[in-house]
C-alpha cells in the first residue's frame, strides 16, 4: 500500500511541471472538441479528490455501508464552467486536497482498509479499493496531460 499512496504523492508534481510547461495561456487550449484542456483538467481533478476521493473515504471511515455518489466530472466541468477558471488555483486545490486524502489514508489502521459501503454505479466498495481506483484515475489524466504537452506550441486545437 505504501508504494501505491506514493504513487498518488507523485501525481501533484507532475501536474505542477505540466503547468509550468505550458502555462497561461497554453493551459486553457483545448486539443479538440472533444478533450480538455489541461485548465479543465486540473479542476476536474481539484473538484474531484475534494469532492469525491476525501469524501469517500470520509464517509467510509466514519459511516456504516454508506451509499456513496457518483462523480459526475463532465456535467461539473460544464456547470462550473472550467474552461473559464484560473488552472494555478486549481493547482493549488488540487495539492491540498490530494495532501488531505493521502494524510488520512496514511492513517488507516488493518481493520479500517476493509471499511466498505457501495459507490454509485460501481457497487460494494472497500476503502483498500479506492487507492488502486485513484491511481488508475490518474494515470488516464496522466497519459492525456502527456498528450498536450507533446503538441507543439502553438497547434491548432479547437477554440476556447
Known amino acids: 500500500m505504501d508504494k501505491l499512496l506514493k504513487s498518488l504523492e507523485e501525481f501533484g508534481p507532475f501536474l505542477v511541471h505540466?503547468?509550468?510547461q505550458l502555462g497561461d495561456p497554453r493551459a486553457r487550449e483545448r486539443p479538440d472538441e472533444e478533450h480538455w484542456?489541461?485548465?479543465e483538467q486540473l479542476w476536474?481533478?481539484?473538484?474531484?479528490e475534494r469532492e469525491g476521493w476525501l469524501m469517500r473515504i470520509e464517509r467510509l471511515l466514519a459511516e456504516e455501508q454508506p451509499a456513496l455518489a457518483d462523480?459526475?466530472?463532465d456535467a461539473l466541468a460544464k456547470q462550473r464552467d472550467y474552461r473559464t477558471k484560473d488552472p494555478y488555483l486549481a493547482l493549488q486545490r488540487f495539492r491540498t486536497a490530494r495532501s488531505a486524502s493521502l494524510a488520512r489514508l496514511r492513517g488507516v489502521n488493518a481493520r479500517q482498509w476493509k471499511r466498505s459501503g457501495t459507490l454509485e454505479r460501481v457497487?460494494?466498495?472497500?476503502?483498500e479499493d479506492l487507492p488502486?481506483?485513484?491511481r488508475e484515475h490518474d494515470e488516464a489524466h496522466r497519459a492525456?496531460?502527456?498528450a498536450l504537452l507533446a503538441r507543439p506550441s502553438g497547434a491548432s486545437g479547437a477554440a476556447n
Open 132 to 134: 488502486r481506483r485513484m
Open 18 to 20: 505540466a503547468l509550468d
Open 37 to 39: 484542456s489541461l485548465n
Open 71 to 73: 462523480f459526475d466530472g
Open 144 to 146: 492525456e496531460i502527456e
Open 44 to 48: 476536474h481533478l481539484a473538484d474531484l
Open 123 to 127: 457497487g460494494p466498495i472497500a476503502l
